[in-house]
């Protein structure tokens, strides 16, 4: 609906403009035209709502990535501005989010959603506007195929894939009988469905399946339900009734307990030091990105902490008290890589290359280990446009998390469910 | 007479609107109007007859399902989707209006809000079909009716704007006939109006019933539109959304709701690029509003300028 017409005012600006740009040296002409101006990344920020903690240090880490990129010289020879949006972790408003960036703050791309429902709420209105939407949100929405073309996930790992990539090592050493306890809504099916099918490939069997309400506050009278038999509990309790859930389960089973595994997303920005989690002492999690330095401490995660301004602890620097998300963030800070090199690729000069930024991409495949990707060496997948990376399983010793295998790529891969190169822009 | 000009020349309004509008602006106005028209439906409820349901996020679901799931599943096509969505929130509406019109005030707000509550965890546990909290996406070709495609700005904006308008004009005419006479008596005075005759309860029936199927319109709309149908528009904030809008726009006034609905839309959108803190700017608005404007926008303008207001 633009339409092209001709003032006698805007002629006179653009002849004034021209006369002035003819009478600049060449290299002038350049600096001063549209390629100096800032590339705008909208970053839809869960600010407020359920998503909160999480928000908070996805920006810090975004910003972060920024700073580094412009002090490398930018994109393209052009600096790069975060434009921060709250999306109150709610689907309506992240749809409105993604309309204020294409069509009021000009960006060039969104960016940043991490929680799925928001992803999408929004999805749909990013591919109506072709507005490259790049999520860091773990949920197998992207690769599933309920999306679309100008939905991407090439920072961080879907949850399909970090679970069929805990089973066989969960079989291996803790035991073959498991009971699941998880929420009973799309996350927890996601996780009771893929395990299920992950840990029966590795040998093992479910005992049990325990869904619980989400609206639940106690849970005393769930572990009497968890079989004889098992031999390790899976847990994926999320939101604030997560400490109530520990202690709970600790005062059950006492020191006579099976196995316990678990999800570290409930735990994010929790201190495990807290009281009511001592129960946790031994139990295992999985982690997507060590929140504790390890002693074979890469030189690219002790850059990427420095850059954020996070302790050997996943604490803040300034405040030991304010623990990160570490085992999320990363996500941020790998995606704007990508998108740093996906727009180099492409020769990105301004909104009319969006296609071209989707396609280089999708044609991206091989993410060594590097200071752009600290986590770990990565794999994309173009055609269903989600990145594959190492997992990590730690146990809980003396109240930190100390790494104990390292699950493959290849573990956690699995067969193409879409190909979204075959639909139209 | 006024009143009619008044309300169509807003349909006009909003009509050459499309044409001027820039684009984001076209775009909030399409969201904003399927939002009024929820607004306008709850409206009918507790600013004409004096009904406070704190659970019609319900019903806005159960069209958002109804039409969402009626495609998704059966293949419907947008038009039969949506009156399979108006049918689900006038069924649940009938459902929920014999059970909890059995009680008044205080009551029925509980009973609504535990209503709402429990349609909220039937779809959270039925995540088989409707993928719980997370929702589920209306793909671009499963959006197209009669060749046009409602992902498309211009046919978004139109198609909204033809059910608001439709819902603004259905209540104009039905708040100015005697069955909706009826119901501000009631409001008003239900005893006085029973003595007089009426039948009540199957007037409140009619009204919650009416309610339900215009909330549910709305939200079969917004699945249809946006493409989106998730587990949080069922939720107790979408419950307590309608009732805001309409108390800030005015309640008991026709055009009250979509007034309320446009300006917290725009005090949230803008105050959020002020400051961080930007719900509390809309809580304080809303504490002065109550304070010094307690009837609304419209109910003021109706109490100082224009009596002869609907």
């Known amino acids: 609906m633009t339409l092209a017409t001709t003032t006698r005012r805007g002629a006179l600006k653009a002849l004034g403009a021209g006369t002035a740009a003819a009478a600049l040296p060449l290299w002038a002409r350049y600096a001063g035209a549209q390629s100096a101006a800032p590339i705008r990344i909208g970053f839809q920020k869960h600010a407020t709502g359920i998503g909160a903690t999480y928000g908070r240090w996805y920006e810090r880490v975004s910003q972060a990535a920024v700073k580094r990129i412009n002090e490398a010289g930018g994109i393209n020879g052009r600096p790069v501005e975060l434009v921060t949006e709250d999306d109150g972790t709610d689907p309506k408003r992240g749809a409105e989010v993604v309309e204020k960036f294409a069509l009021e703050h000009n960006c060039d791309i969104a960016f940043g959603t991490l929680f799925s429902h928001v992803v999408m709420g929004s999805a749909p209105r990013a591919g109506e506007l072709k507005l490259p939407y790049f999520v860091v949100s773990e949920g197998h929405h992207v690769a599933s195929g309920a999306l679309n073309r100008w939905t991407l996930q090439p920072g961080i790992t879907d949850v399909k894939s970090q679970v069929r990539a805990m089973a066989p090592w969960v079989a291996a050493n803790l035991g073959k009988k498991v009971t699941m306890i998880f929420p009973d809504y799309a996350f927890g099916h996601d996780h009771r469905d893929n395990f299920s099918e992950a840990i029966a490939a590795a040998g093992g069997e479910i005992a049990g399946l325990i869904a619980i309400p989400p609206t639940e506050t106690s849970f005393t009278r769930y572990f009497p339900q968890v079989p004889a038999e098992t031999e390790v509990i899976y847990h994926v309790m999320v939101g604030p009734g997560v400490l109530t859930f520990v202690k709970e389960m600790g005062e059950f089973f006492g020191p006579s307990r099976p196995q316990v595994f678990g999800f570290i997303d409930s735990l994010e920005g929790v201190d495990l030091t807290s009281p009511g989690l001592e129960f946790l002492e031994g139990t295992y999690f999985w982690e997507g990105n060590p929140r504790y330095a390890q002693p074979d401490q890469t030189s690219h995660d002790k850059a990427y902490r420095a850059a954020v301004g996070v302790d050997d602890n996943g604490a803040s620097v300034d405040d030991p008290r304010d623990v990160s998300t570490y085992a999320h963030m990363f996500g941020c800070w790998e995606t704007l890589n990508v998108i740093r090199a996906g727009m180099e690729a492409a020769g990105y000069a301004g909104p009319e290359d969006r296609q071209k930024l989707v396609e280089a991409v999708e044609a991206m495949t091989e993410m060594p280990l590097s200071d752009d990707h600290p986590q770990g060496a990565k794999v994309f997948n173009g055609k269903t446009h989600q990145v594959f990376g190492p997992q990590y399983i730690s146990k809980v010793e003396g109240g930190r998390l100390n790494v104990v295998h390292t699950a493959s790529i290849e573990d956690g891969m699995y067969p193409d469910e879409v190909d979204y190169t075959t639909q139209p822009f | ?310």
């Open chain 2, 1 to 310: 007479m006024r009143a009619a000009g008044l309300h169509l020349g807003l349909v006009g309004l909003l009509l050459a609107a499309h044409f001027v509008l820039p684009a984001y602006h076209h775009g909030v106005l399409a969201r904003v109007m399927v939002l009024a028209a929820y607004a306008t439906g709850y409206n009918l409820l507790f600013g004409y007859t004096g009904l406070l349901s704190l659970g019609h996020a319900m019903f806005f679901a159960a069209g958002m399902y109804g039409a969402g799931l009626g495609v998704r599943f059966l293949a419907l096509d947008p038009g039969l989707a949506l009156l399979a969505g108006v049918a689900a929130g006038a069924l649940l509406g009938l459902a929920v209006g014999l059970l909890a019109l059995r009680t008044a005030g205080v009551a029925f707000m509980i009973v609504t809000l535990m209503f709402a509550q429990a349609t909220h965890l039937g779809i959270l546990l039925a995540g088989r079909w409707t993928r719980g909290d997370e929702g589920f996406v209306l793909q671009g070709p499963e959006r197209v009716v009669l060749g046009l495609d409602l992902g498309d700005a211009a046919i978004r904006y139109l198609a909204a704007w033809a059910l608001f308008s439709a819902v603004l004009l259905l209540v104009l005419r039905l708040v100015s006939l005697p069955a909706g006479r009826v119901l501000v008596a009631i409001r008003e005075n239900e005893e006085r109006a029973r003595l007089l005759g009426y039948d009540t309860r199957a007037h409140k029936l009619r009204a919650v019933v009416l309610s339900a199927a215009i909330a549910a319109a709305a939200g079969a709309a917004y699945a249809l539109l946006f493409g989106y149908v998730g587990a949080t528009f069922a939720s107790v904030q979408y419950s307590i959304l309608p009732l805001l809008w309409v108390l800030l726009g005015g309640a008991g006034t026709v055009i009250g709701p979509f007034l309320g609905t446009l300006l917290m839309f725009y005090l949230i959108d803008t105050a959020s690029g002020l400051t961080p803190a930007y719900m509390l700017v809309a809580g304080l608005a809303l504490v002065l509003l109550t304070l010094f404007a307690p009837q609304g926008l419209a109910g003021e303008v109706r109490r100082r300028l224009a009596p002869w207001l609907p």
